[in-house]
């Protein structure tokens, strides 16, 4: 079957690091993607990663490795207006995205 | 950067009635648009699949009858929630993938209170 497995939340201190982490299994693979979602707003893009190694955006980096099914989101200098859910999703072979449960992250000043 | 919009933002309305949630791509032609459904501290919930010109396909336990999608053009999809009860309230999002297929993007969500 299909799964994707994420802390389900974390807590970190402004101006820290947080690294959160996602493993995936899918029939096929087309990409990891992250997304941020602030409570009662719909997801919002943060990165997309398809070849092994770290992607990195400003404060927010990606990390992929296809071999372990693995993918991390590094968050640097956290803000508070860091504190979301962020949404680990792989795409399959039918470009379907497999959704996780999300990791909500608490930032704390 | 492409943008979906979803109309309207939030809606109330009786239980029994029905209420139509529109999806468009403003600047960019999608020929697959999802529908999804969030019920409150919960993951997303992929409800059906929408493909230009075509029937949706619908995820196992949503009721084809009840939420009713349309997909007419590469712009333009809608969900109609029929015979609305209160246990259907919950944030309907939907996202457009572009004709690369690498990426979807989201809609800012409808909220949907039936009372």
């Known amino acids: 079957g299909q799964n994707i497995d994420q802390p389900t939340e974390m807590t970190a201190t402004e101006g820290a690091i947080v690294q959160i982490n996602c493993t995936y299994q899918?029939?096929?693979?087309?990409?990891l993607f992250w997304y941020q979602q602030h409570a009662g707003e719909a997801p919002t893009f943060l990165s997309y990663n398809v070849l092994d190694g770290l992607e990195e955006k400003g404060r927010f980096s990606s990390f992929l490795s296809r071999s372990k099914g693995y993918s991390y989101l590094l968050l640097k200098e956290l803000q508070m207006k860091d504190s979301a859910s962020y949404l680990c999703?792989?795409?399959?072979?039918?470009?379907?995205?497999?959704w996780g449960a999300g990791t909500k992250l608490i930032i704390k000043p | 950067g492409a943008v979906v919009s979803q109309h309207p933002s939030w809606v109330i309305c009786k239980s029994g009635t029905s209420v139509k949630i529109e999806c468009r791509s403003l600047d960019f032609q999608a020929t697959t648009m999802f529908w999804y459904r969030q019920f409150p501290k919960q993951s997303l919930m992929l409800m059906a699949t929408?493909?230009?010109?075509?029937?949706?396909?619908?995820e196992q336990g949503v009721e084809k009858d009840k939420f009713l999608i349309n997909h007419a053009s590469l712009t333009l999809s809608t969900l109609t929630v029929t015979s609305a009860h209160p246990e259907d309230s919950s944030f309907y999002i939907c996202s457009a993938r572009d004709l690369s297929g690498n990426e979807q993007y989201f809609g800012p969500g409808t909220r949907l209170t039936v009372t």
């Open positions: 999703a792989a795409m399959d072979s039918n470009y379907q995205l497999i």
């Open positions: 899918t029939s096929g693979f087309n990409g």
């Open positions: 929408s493909n230009e010109g075509s029937k949706a396909t619908y």
